[in-house]
């Protein structure tokens, strides 16, 4: 199972940026899904999460600017980022929740992990 994400880039304050993560390979489901982001310095924390069932959750400090979203059908998750600040520029590393068969066809769950995205909000 493989995560690709795309969408960074760079920005001024108070821009947008639209963030996709797509997981590709043997899936039976994709529980929660998310991302985290990791600033220069500065530990890795979580930005926003997605149940299958749509439940959301999110960081205080991107509470009503961030939005996550997801399309099961093409498993698939989005991060809308609205009024960006200085403050969010970060790599932002998108995961999934797994849930697959081995080629032995027993069950496995494991988190994966997408390679990474620059976002650079500049004042």
């Known amino acids: 199972v493989q995560l690709q994400a795309s969408g960074g880039g760079l920005v001024q304050a108070g821009k947008s940026l639209r963030l996709s993560c797509r997981a590709s390979?043997?899936?039976?489901?994709?529980?929660?899904m998310g991302w985290y982001r990791q600033a220069p310095g500065k530990q890795r924390e979580l930005v926003a999460d997605c149940t299958i069932g749509g439940v959301t959750a999110y960081t205080h400090s991107v509470k009503g600017r961030f939005t996550i979203s997801r399309d099961n059908a093409k498993n698939t998750v989005y991060l809308q980022m609205d009024s960006l600040k200085p403050e969010d520029t970060a790599v932002y590393y998108c995961?999934?929740?797994?849930?697959?068969?081995?080629?032995?066809?027993?069950?496995?769950?494991?988190?994966?992990w997408g390679q990474g995205t620059q976002v650079t909000v500049s004042s």
């Open positions: 995961y999934a929740e797994v849930l697959t068969t081995n080629v032995d066809d027993i069950y496995q769950d494991f988190t994966a």
């Open positions: 390979g043997r899936i039976l489901s994709l529980n929660k």
